[in-house]
């Protein structure tokens, strides 16, 4: 609501000519701060979560991701939301229950660089913090659960059929 302003300019004063301006609601939730520590996390996100952040300087931003199945693949990365660059460069940092052990850390192994951790998790409760590379970084970022795949059941052996032969699930 209310009433904004924008102005267009070229990178130089010679710079003129005809553009187009287009506007599109924000695609992505918005992080929502305080989430600077884990007890501040937010979540927890599900497969094909995707939310919006700001890196900048010190800031880090806390999410929360629960494991409901031992050996689950897990897959996350950050960019600018459509795969095709990263606006802001991030260190993916994903922490045990505790907020301390790592588990996995990652600062420019996924598509154009971005940050992006892919593992297989026991169940449990986990942490991601995004964080700029450096004190000086500072932009916008897109963190996406891009998997939380959980392995297959066991398949039936026989015999089965009496509780003496029972599997264990």
Known sequence: AGRY??????????DVGAYTLSTAPLAFPLELEPNDQRAEARGPLGKGASRFGTANGADSDWWSVRILSDGTTFEAAT??????ACNTDTVLTLYAANGLTVVATDDDSGPQGCSAIATTLPRGLYFLAV???DVSTSGDYVLRILDLTAPAPPSEVEPNNTVGSAQAL
Do not use: K
């Not at 302003?5 to 010679?14: E, F, M, N, R």
């Open 5 to 14: 302003y924008l102005a267009v300019s070229g990178l130089s004063s010679a």
């Open 79 to 84: 960019g600018n939301g459509f795969g095709t």
């Open 131 to 133: 964080d700029p590379f």
